[in-house]
């Protein structure tokens, strides 16, 4: 049996919701770089920081999603033969969902029985389980809850292959991975493929991220004995591995708080990891040499990372990541030349090695014979001659595509053809006409007749651009007068934004107002008066926006402010303004909240803090938490009769613990 074929499946899931149309001008939660200690060396800390990015511009976020869970369809791709059977979800980042050992019956991976999206990526929504493949910048790629284009294949002696591809649109680049599972084949083999179409260098991210079960005798086994640490105080340091500060790090179930540990694989080492139980078995991955790192990610036993873990899935599915990358570390990129064509192969599958020795405190024995028992299964030249093997079906075109994903290549290849330059990629990745969207309409008529389509401001944008050649394309149009409009010149504002010519920005965002005011222009003038620390006239351009555009999160944004500039009044008057569905969400309630303890009105601000559903909090954001500590350092101020200073904290945080619904902190507290 060998077979490839689509499947719709059921999952208990949330509603993604819509995208947020406004353009995401505010920084990344997970942008910046960490600080180096001084353990890390010159040469391992080089890329440090090398490509980050301060918004997901030109994606917008993703953030509408609820935690209404309900059964939902989804489109799965499955590849099966008589030992395994993977199942790939092709709507939501081709994530590989499921791999199921048929002949022992057993899961390899974590396969997370709900889909539940929360605020870890790129563009907010995220969701855990299975393999995720990241692409671009640094964080869980822009496409991880977004369809890819899905198409048929076949190896020389007839063997399916499943390809999936896209155009990333920050780095302007078309990846594909090309999975396949030979005719007894107990390994799951995923080609990677990233090509760079420009005459320039680029920054290039890559991680293939594996949810594995978390149970207290599963062990994480890599050739390595240090690792780059980087937890949640966003520090960089070497540290011995598997024992750091007197604790096992390679038992995930040891550690208390949230981490991350990059191993560091000496050069010339094959690369691997695996998470093995009590009995040696579980998942093994290993890959050809240009992905050359590997990492553990945990969430740690605290009460936060508990509730985390029940956050993104349900109570008993506790899972930990090992992950395969191209960078030592994830607080960088690395350089990817001009024209460059880079492909790795990847290969999964189960491990059965010796549980006395695997679990041997003997750190160095554990892993050689670990590795001897993947050698068993593959070695490192058996995987370098199938990547070599499968190149040419990885330059050849698909014979059926079976899902489209964006619009976006297509566009791109027609700009290419327009200019008489070369195609982004030979005949491996199909972006045909049939995959343009509304998304793309204002661009294509920008291309194909000079005038960048209007909307009526009343409408939703759909779409943002940052490529510069796009903006050459409509500066034009605007000084020629085709395009002279409001909509147009929201969108030069966006381009200048985003290349932080604020000056430029701000003057084209007034030059839209002047043409037709809209809440879309107002809004994007709010941000760049903060970012210049021009509260009060943010507050200002804020409201204005309001009351011509009722979109929740551009309230949320507007009362956030507010509170930060303690406009307490304002942000009554524009609470009182929001529709009755509006003021129900989470983060609406926050604001609520900060207004109820400002009128002294604690118990009120407690009732609805203790009721709160937060479906956007972000990986490491306490805000919940600070909140409750607030009302009762309030409270217990009053009852003593003293003011609030660190002694009355610590007595909070010892007297008045956290509740479980709003406890997520990943980190010690310190206070």
Same mark, same amino acid.
Not at 54 to 70: A, E, I, V
Not at 154 to 177: C, F, S
């Given at each position: 049996?060998?077979?490839?074929?689509?499947?719709?499946?059921?999952?208990?899931?949330?509603?993604?919701?819509?995208?947020?149309?406004?353009?995401?001008?505010?920084?990344?939660?997970?942008?910046?770089?960490?600080?180096?200690?001084?353990?890390?060396?010159?040469?391992?800390?080089?890329?440090?920081?090398?490509?980050?990015?301060?918004?997901?511009?030109?994606?917008?976020?993703?953030?509408?999603?609820?935690?209404?869970?309900?059964?939902?369809?989804?489109?799965?791709?499955?590849?099966?033969?008589?030992?395994?059977?993977?199942?790939?979800?092709?709507?939501?980042?081709?994530?590989?969902?499921?791999?199921?050992?048929?002949?022992?019956?057993?899961?390899?991976?974590?396969?997370?029985?709900?889909?539940?999206?929360?605020?870890?990526?790129?563009?907010?929504?995220?969701?855990?389980?299975?393999?995720?493949?990241?692409?671009?910048?640094?964080?869980?790629?822009?496409?991880?809850?977004?369809?890819?284009?899905?198409?048929?294949?076949?190896?020389?002696?007839?063997?399916?292959?499943?390809?999936?591809?896209?155009?990333?649109?920050?780095?302007?680049?078309?990846?594909?991975?090309?999975?396949?599972?030979?005719?007894?084949?107990?390994?799951?083999?995923?080609?990677?493929?990233?090509?760079?179409?420009?005459?320039?260098?680029?920054?290039?991210?890559?991680?293939?991220?594996?949810?594995?079960?978390?149970?207290?005798?599963?062990?994480?086994?890599?050739?390595?004995?240090?690792?780059?640490?980087?937890?949640?105080?966003?520090?960089?340091?070497?540290?011995?591995?598997?024992?750091?500060?007197?604790?096992?790090?390679?038992?995930?179930?040891?550690?208390?708080?949230?981490?991350?540990?990059?191993?560091?694989?000496?050069?010339?080492?094959?690369?691997?990891?695996?998470?093995?139980?009590?009995?040696?078995?579980?998942?093994?991955?290993?890959?050809?040499?240009?992905?050359?790192?590997?990492?553990?990610?945990?969430?740690?036993?605290?009460?936060?990372?508990?509730?985390?873990?029940?956050?993104?899935?349900?109570?008993?599915?506790?899972?930990?990541?090992?992950?395969?990358?191209?960078?030592?570390?994830?607080?960088?990129?690395?350089?990817?030349?001009?024209?460059?064509?880079?492909?790795?192969?990847?290969?999964?599958?189960?491990?059965?090695?010796?549980?006395?020795?695997?679990?041997?405190?003997?750190?160095?024995?554990?892993?050689?014979?670990?590795?001897?028992?993947?050698?068993?299964?593959?070695?490192?030249?058996?995987?370098?001659?199938?990547?070599?093997?499968?190149?040419?079906?990885?330059?050849?075109?698909?014979?059926?595509?079976?899902?489209?994903?964006?619009?976006?290549?297509?566009?791109?290849?027609?700009?290419?053809?327009?200019?008489?330059?070369?195609?982004?990629?030979?005949?491996?990745?199909?972006?045909?006409?049939?995959?343009?969207?509304?998304?793309?309409?204002?661009?294509?008529?920008?291309?194909?007749?000079?005038?960048?389509?209007?909307?009526?401001?009343?409408?939703?944008?759909?779409?943002?651009?940052?490529?510069?050649?796009?903006?050459?394309?409509?500066?034009?149009?605007?000084?020629?007068?085709?395009?002279?409009?409001?909509?147009?010149?929201?969108?030069?504002?966006?381009?200048?934004?985003?290349?932080?010519?604020?000056?430029?920005?701000?003057?084209?965002?007034?030059?839209?107002?002047?043409?037709?005011?809209?809440?879309?222009?107002?809004?994007?003038?709010?941000?760049?008066?903060?970012?210049?620390?021009?509260?009060?006239?943010?507050?200002?351009?804020?409201?204005?926006?309001?009351?011509?555009?009722?979109?929740?999160?551009?309230?949320?944004?507007?009362?956030?402010?507010?509170?930060?500039?303690?406009?307490?009044?304002? @942000?009554?008057? $524009? *609470?009182?303004? &929001?529709? +009755?569905?509006?003021? #129900?969400? =989470?983060? !609406?309630?926050?604001?609520?909240? /900060?207004?109820?303890?400002?009128?002294?009105?604690?118990?009120?601000?407690?009732?609805?803090? @203790?009721?709160? $559903? *937060?479906?956007? &909090?972000? +990986?490491?954001?306490? #805000?919940? =938490?600070? !909140?409750?500590?607030?009302?009762? /350092?309030?409270?217990?101020?009053?009852?003593?009769?003293?003011?609030?200073?660190?002694?009355?904290?610590?007595?909070?945080?010892?007297?008045?613990?956290?509740?479980?619904?709003?406890?997520?902190?990943?980190?010690?507290?310190?206070?």
């Amino acid at each position: 049996m060998n077979d490839l074929r689509i499947e719709n499946i059921q999952l208990l899931a949330a509603d993604l919701g819509k995208d947020n149309p406004l353009p995401p001008l505010h920084p990344l939660s997970t942008f910046g770089a960490p600080k180096v200690n001084a353990s890390v060396t010159a040469e391992d800390a080089k890329h440090v920081g090398y490509g980050a990015q301060p918004q997901c511009l030109p994606y917008t976020l993703q953030d509408d999603y609820d935690r209404d869970k309900r059964m939902r369809t989804f489109t799965a791709a499955v590849l099966e033969n008589d030992i395994l059977r993977a199942t790939f979800l092709i709507g939501s980042g081709g994530r590989l969902w499921s791999l199921y050992h048929k002949v022992l019956q057993r899961e390899l991976l974590h396969r997370n029985p709900v889909f539940q999206p929360a605020n870890l990526a790129v563009r907010n929504a995220w969701f855990s389980g299975g393999v995720e493949w990241n692409i671009g910048v640094p964080g869980h790629t822009p496409l991880t809850c977004s369809p890819l284009f899905a198409a048929k294949l076949k190896l020389n002696d007839g063997t399916p292959v499943l390809r999936m591809y896209e155009w990333e649109r920050i780095r302007g680049v078309p990846w594909q991975i090309d999975c396949f599972l030979p005719e007894k084949s107990a390994m799951l083999f995923v080609r990677v493929r990233i090509v760079n179409p420009h005459d320039h260098e680029i920054p290039m991210y890559w991680w293939s991220n594996m949810a594995v079960d978390e149970h207290k005798y599963v062990r994480v086994l890599a050739p390595a004995t240090e690792a780059f640490n980087l937890g949640i105080e966003n520090e960089m340091k070497l540290v011995p591995v598997p024992y750091h500060m007197d604790t096992d790090i390679s038992y995930t179930t040891n550690s208390q708080y949230s981490a991350d540990y990059f191993f560091r694989i000496p050069q010339g080492q094959r690369p691997w990891i695996t998470a093995l139980d009590g009995k040696g078995t579980g998942l093994f991955q290993t890959s050809t040499s240009r992905l050359k790192t590997r990492k553990i990610f945990l969430w740690g036993t605290s009460a936060g990372g508990a509730k985390w873990q029940e956050f993104l899935s349900e109570p008993g599915q506790k899972y930990l990541e090992i992950q395969a990358g191209l960078a030592p570390t994830q607080a960088g990129c690395i350089p990817m030349p001009a024209g460059a064509d880079w492909s790795w192969l990847e290969a999964y599958g189960l491990l059965t090695a010796d549980p006395a020795i695997v679990h041997d405190k003997d750190w160095a024995k554990a892993c050689k014979h670990t590795e001897s028992q993947i050698n068993n299964i593959i070695t490192v030249q058996q995987l370098d001659s199938l990547l070599s093997d499968t190149a040419q079906m990885a330059n050849s075109t698909p014979m059926e595509v079976i899902q489209r994903g964006s619009g976006w290549g297509a566009l791109e290849q027609m700009y290419r053809v327009s200019e008489g330059l070369a195609p982004m990629c030979k005949t491996s990745m199909i972006f045909d006409h049939d995959s343009l969207t509304p998304h793309q309409t204002p661009w294509r008529s920008l291309l194909e007749s000079g005038k960048f389509s209007m909307l009526p401001p009343k409408k939703t944008p759909l779409s943002y651009m940052i490529d510069t050649k796009w903006k050459k394309l409509l500066e034009d149009s605007v000084h020629n007068h085709k395009s002279d409009h409001w909509f147009a010149w929201l969108h030069l504002g966006v381009m200048y934004y985003h290349e932080k010519d604020f000056a430029a920005a701000k003057y084209a965002w007034e030059t839209s107002i002047s043409h037709t005011p809209s809440g879309w222009a107002y809004r994007n003038l709010a941000v760049l008066a903060q970012d210049e620390h021009r509260f009060e006239d943010a507050a200002d351009l804020y409201i204005k926006a309001c009351k011509l555009l009722p979109l929740r999160q551009l309230a949320s944004e507007c009362c956030k402010l507010l509170i930060e500039t303690q406009q307490w009044e304002e @942000l009554a008057l $524009i *609470l009182d303004s &929001i529709p +009755e569905k509006t003021l #129900t969400h =989470g983060r !609406i309630q926050m604001c609520q909240i /900060e207004l109820e303890i400002q009128k002294g009105n604690y118990d009120r601000a407690k009732e609805i803090l @203790l009721g709160i $559903i *937060l479906p956007d &909090i972000r +990986e490491a954001e306490i #805000t919940l =938490g600070e !909140i409750w500590f607030a009302i009762h /350092e309030k409270l217990l101020s009053q009852k003593l009769c003293v003011p609030i200073n660190s002694k009355l904290s610590r007595k909070v945080r010892k007297e008045f613990p956290l509740p479980k619904n709003i406890d997520f902190r990943m980190s010690e507290d310190k206070k």
